[in-house]
């Protein structure tokens, strides 16, 4: 039987810790489950005697009510808010029913893709089980954000925004904003998100979103013709005169959305976890799996509430039911925002939006999650040690179905995670043989891995062969994005590249018939996921891993989680969980009293009865250093 101390000491420790300045321990407690939600709004039923059944779309949109993915009980779910080098346990019950696992997108867990949450790196949390991650956001800062990796489940929502703030002695770029408010953006269809996963397994397009939820709400009803009575949309309440970090996030399937603030200017101050130069924005496109910070200074007269738009991008006049449309509202407004919605300059036109992407810098002179300068890593002096030509093409049939590939290659998940594989030995699960290039051979379906140097500088050049933009993103790292062109890249493509002020962050655009050239450092020892952040491309195959091993003992890879999960080839290994206990815990929990009140009277219930009920909390002892 554990002592008390075994698991009553970490929890002193944790005060100790925020006393003492060490990197405390954040404990959250997050169920996921299926709530009732219908963003886009339900039909009106008819009222009294007529009794006739349900059409099937009324079926179709009460069976949509309950597919939402809610985090205790909230969609968007709650925002984990933390700050650089703290160790963050989040504890997730999956009442789904489905297997699910979420990922922390843009954290990079420093030798520890144990944490990673995909696929490749962890067995999924079975439908009534829970999982506990335990990661440290280890000098990082910036706007991420986390969802569920499997399944197409993100299109049904399951995500919320990271916030991770500075350590009080690294100075931020810019004065204090007097608030600091998340949005999220996504597309949106009233189908279920295993409708839509089938929809894509049959190479059928999904077609016009139904809407664009702007945190989880439909639109404010700027057009009685297209926005129907009756949805609730985001209202965000803000004091005239006063300054906002806004930190907006594009969750959605596949749409590249451009958002505005009518009259407001949107000053640009950090990417994904890097300070940029400051500029001024009357809009900005914002692509699947990317984020960004605003500084949005409430200077206008408040004649009106104002709009606030996320419209889709490159697309034709069919998509105007897809705009996402909330209301900024001064506690001094003289009335509701009227009219049409502010328009766009560009529209439609590509090299607007690549030049807007060429205009995002990093300040260089700016400092980091750590003491030292941001711009101190002069990525344009380090010799590059492997390139890759990544090259990918829209679905296409492959032995009767519709895969997408990355240099001819869709990826197929084994049913025993990589990292597990790794750590077992086991040989002939996956190969180190993704090809640099695309390779003159018919498309397959493969378990091939990038071979990855540890601490090679890599060069990718992503080629979009697609018809719409694609993202792309790699988890463990930040990269700097060099250089992007419409046409077929070339070595003396590389003369275009900015060697100076790319910015460092972890999910670019590739617009279509276009490149993004991108530079990594890749000191993170791991197997890391480079995939497509657009939904249906990834469902289809387009990711591919990255393994990164330290040949030296020293400074190795953080050990196999005590509480991993067992599957495929090692299934024998893993018991049956069952719920014998449950506790909920509000946020953070070291300052959480009556946890600590509550803890305490286990205690007591232990050493009184002898029962084994202090197990439980085992795990909080090791919830170790990384
Ligand atoms: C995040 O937490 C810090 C305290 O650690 C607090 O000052 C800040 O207001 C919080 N931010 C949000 C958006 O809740
Ligand atoms: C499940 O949650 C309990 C606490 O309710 C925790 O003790 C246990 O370690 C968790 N299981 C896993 C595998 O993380
Ligand atoms: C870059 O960061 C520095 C240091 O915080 C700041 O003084 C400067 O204004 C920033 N420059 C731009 C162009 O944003
Ligand atoms: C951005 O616009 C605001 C007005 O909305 C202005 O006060 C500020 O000086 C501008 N900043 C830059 C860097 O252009
Ligand atoms: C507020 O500004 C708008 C133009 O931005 C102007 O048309 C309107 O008259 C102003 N209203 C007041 C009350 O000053
Ligand atoms: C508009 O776009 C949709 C989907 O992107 C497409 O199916 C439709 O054919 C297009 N309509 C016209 C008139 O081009
Ligand atoms: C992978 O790369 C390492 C060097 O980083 C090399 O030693 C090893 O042989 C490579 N493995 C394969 C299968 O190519
Ligand atoms: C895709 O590649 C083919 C040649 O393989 C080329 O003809 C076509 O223009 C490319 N399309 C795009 C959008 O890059």
Redesign the pocket.
């Known amino acids: 039987m554990p002592s008390l101390s075994s698991w009553f000491f970490p929890t002193l420790l944790c005060f100790l810790d925020v006393t003492f300045a060490g990197d405390p321990f954040f404990f959250f407690d997050w169920t996921i489950s299926y709530i009732t939600a219908s963003p886009l709004g339900v039909k009106q039923k008819s009222q009294g005697t007529r009794q006739v059944a349900p059409t099937a779309a009324e079926e179709q949109e009460e069976s949509r009510m309950l597919k939402v993915i809610g985090i205790n009980g909230q969609f968007p779910g709650p925002t984990l808010n933390v700050t650089t080098n703290w160790n963050v346990v989040v504890n997730i019950k999956n009442n789904l029913d489905e297997p699910l696992l979420l990922t922390w997108n843009g954290i990079q867990h420093r030798k520890n893709s144990w944490q990673d949450g995909v696929s490749g790196t962890n067995c999924p949390i079975p439908a009534g089980w829970n999982w506990t991650y335990e990661f440290q956001v280890k000098d990082q800062i910036g706007s991420f954000f986390y969802f569920p990796s499997l399944n197409f489940q993100r299109a049904a929502g399951g995500y919320g925004g990271i916030i991770v703030n500075n350590r009080p002695v690294i100075p931020v770029p810019f004065g204090l904003p007097d608030g600091d408010i998340t949005i999220f953006l996504s597309d949106w269809y009233t189908r279920s998100h295993k409708e839509l996963r089938k929809d894509v397994e049959n190479g059928v397009d999904l077609g016009v979103p139904d809407g664009v939820l702007i945190n989880g709400l439909g639109p404010y009803r700027y057009n009685d013709n297209l926005v129907p009575n009756g949805i609730s949309y985001q209202i965000i309440n803000v004091e005239p005169g006063k300054t906002y970090r806004i930190r907006v996030h594009n969750v959605g399937i596949s749409t590249s959305l451009n958002f505005r603030i009518q009259?407001h200017n949107l000053l640009l101050v950090e990417t994904e976890g890097s300070y940029t130069i400051q500029q001024n924005y009357t809009n900005m496109d914002i692509h699947v799996g990317q984020s960004y910070s605003f500084l949005v200074t409430m200077d206008?007269?408040a004649?009106t509430d104002y709009y606030i738009v996320a419209s889709p991008r490159f697309v034709n006049s069919s998509w105007a039911r897809a705009t996402g449309v909330s209301i900024l509202h001064y506690s001094n407004s003289?009335g509701p925002a009227s009219g049409p919605l502010p328009s766009l300059l560009g529209e439609d036109d590509p090299s607007f939006s690549i030049n807007q992407a060429r205009s995002i810098r990093w300040n260089v002179s700016a400092g980091a999650a750590r003491p030292n300068p941001q711009g101190s890593f002069k990525y344009g002096d380090i010799t590059v040690t492997d390139v890759y030509v990544i090259l990918n093409r829209p679905p296409e049939l492959i032995n009767g179905k519709w895969r997408t590939t990355l240099n001819g290659i869709s990826y197929l998940p084994p049913s025993t995670p990589l990292k597990l594989v790794q750590q077992f030995k086991i040989l002939g699960v996956y190969k180190l043989d993704f090809p640099n290039r695309l390779m003159n051979r018919p498309p397959k379906v493969d378990t091939s891995l990038i071979n990855g140097t540890y601490r090679g500088f890599m060069e990718i050049i992503f080629q979009n062969n697609d018809t719409t933009v694609q993202t792309y993103h790699l988890d463990g790292y930040a990269f700097f994005v060099v250089g992007m062109d419409f046409g077929v890249w070339t070595e003396n493509s590389r003369s275009t590249y900015n060697k100076w002020d790319g910015v460092a962050r972890c999910t670019t655009q590739v617009f279509p018939g276009a490149w993004t050239a991108i530079l990594v450092s890749l000191d993170n020892a791991g197997i890391w996921n480079l995939r497509a952040e657009n939904l249906n491309s990834w469902y289809l195959g387009q990711e591919v891993y990255v393994q990164v091993v330290n040949p030296e003992k020293d400074d190795n890879e953080n050990t196999l989680p005590d509480n991993a999960i067992y599957c495929g080839l090692l299934s024998s290994l893993q018991k049956d969980q069952s719920h014998k206990f449950q506790f909920s815990v509000g946020s953070p929990f070291c300052s959480n009293f009556r946890m600590l009140l509550f803890m305490l009277f286990i205690a007591l219930l232990e050493s009184l009865s002898g029962i084994f009920i202090g197990k439980e909390f085992v795990y909080v002892q090791h919830a170790g250093r990384i």
């Open positions: 009259n206008q007269n004649s003289q």
